[in-house]
C-alpha cells in the first residue's frame, strides 16, 4: 500500500524549488510529505537548497557552508522556518550530504517534536551516529537493485539500520518489492513525474514516491483508493 506520497524539492511543478511557499502549496495540494535537501552554515544553520552552493553575485559558487544565514537570499528557507510555516503533521524527508548536516538537522527535528516523521536519505560515506526517532534511508543504483547481489546489499542495509530503500521508479519490480518487504524495509521510488509512472508505482506496491507533481499523486491515490 502506498502511504507515503513525497513532494520532490517541495513539489516543483507548483512553484519554486524548495521554497516555504512551495512546501505549503503542496500539502494544500494533498502531500503527506515534503522532500529536500539540507545544508549547514557557517553558523550552524540548517537552510534547504537543492545545490549546496551560494549565488550572489560577489559570492557566485559558494559553498553555503563557508557563508552565514544572513548571507543567503531569503527566499532560502531555514529549517526551523520550514516547521513553522508548515507545522510537523507530514513525513519529511531529507537529502543528506555528511554526517554533520544530519546531527544539525535531527537536533532541528527533535526541537519541534518531529523526529518520528524524519526520513534521512544517506549519500555514500554518510554515518548516523545518533537517529533518536528518524528513519535511516539508502538510495539504491541500477546496479544493486537489480544485479546478482541484490539480497546481500539489502541485507547490509538492513544490518545497518536502514528502514527504507529507495530506488529509481521504473527499477522496481513486485518481486523486488516483496523481496525488500522480507527484511522488514520499505520501499520507495523516486522521480515518478507522468501519472503513468505514479500508477505503477503503486501497482507494484511500493510503500512511497517521490514527485514535482502533488496533483497527479494525489488524483492516482485517490483512484485506486490508497
Known amino acids: ?5 513525497f513532494a520532490h524539492r517541495g513539489g516543483r511543478a507548483h512553484g519554486r524549488d524548495n521554497e516555504i511557499a512551495t512546501f505549503v502549496e503542496a500539502l494544500r495540494r494533498g502531500a503527506t510529505g515534503l522532500e529536500t535537501d539540507a545544508w549547514v552554515t557557517n553558523d550552524d544553520q540548517v537552510v534547504l537548497d537543492h545545490d549546496g552552493v551560494h549565488r550572489a553575485a560577489a559570492r557566485r559558487r559558494t559553498p553555503i557552508s563557508q557563508v552565514r544565514r544572513s548571507e543567503l537570499p531569503a527566499h532560502v528557507p531555514t529549517l526551523d ?5 508548515c507545522g510537523t503533521d507530514f513525513e519529511l524527508a ?10 544539525a538537522v535531527l537536533r532541528v527535528a527533535e526541537a519541534h517534536d518531529a523526529a518520528g ?19 535511516a534511508c539508502k538510495t539504491f543504483h541500477a546496479r544493486n537493485l537489480l544485479g546478482p547481489g541484490r539480497q546481500r ?4 542495509a538492513k544490518d545497518a539500520g536502514i528502514k527504507a530503500i529507495n530506488a529509481r521508479w521504473m527499477w522496481w519490480q513486485r518481486s523486488i518489492v516483496e523481496q525488500v518487504h522480507s527484511l522488514d524495509l ?25 514527485s514535482d507533481h ?13
Open 1 to 5: 500500500m502506498t502511504a507515503y506520497a
Open 81 to 85: 522556518d520550514l516547521y513553522a510555516a
Open 94 to 103: 531529507i537529502d543528506i550530504k555528511n554526517s554533520n548536516t544530519a546531527d
Open 117 to 135: 516523521r524524519l526520513w534521512l536519505f544517506a549519500h555514500t560515506g554518510v554515518e548516523f551516529e545518533h537517529l533518536g526517532d528518524a528513519h
Open 153 to 156: 546489499h539489502l541485507q547490509v
Open 186 to 210: 520499505l520501499a520507495f521510488g523516486y522521480d515518478a513525474q507522468r501519472s503513468s509512472s505514479i500508477r505503477r508505482c503503486i501497482d507494484v506496491g511500493l510503500d512511497g514516491m517521490f
Open 214 to 226: 502533488v496533483d497527479r499523486m494525489h488524483a492516482e491515490l485517490a483512484r485506486t483508493g490508497r
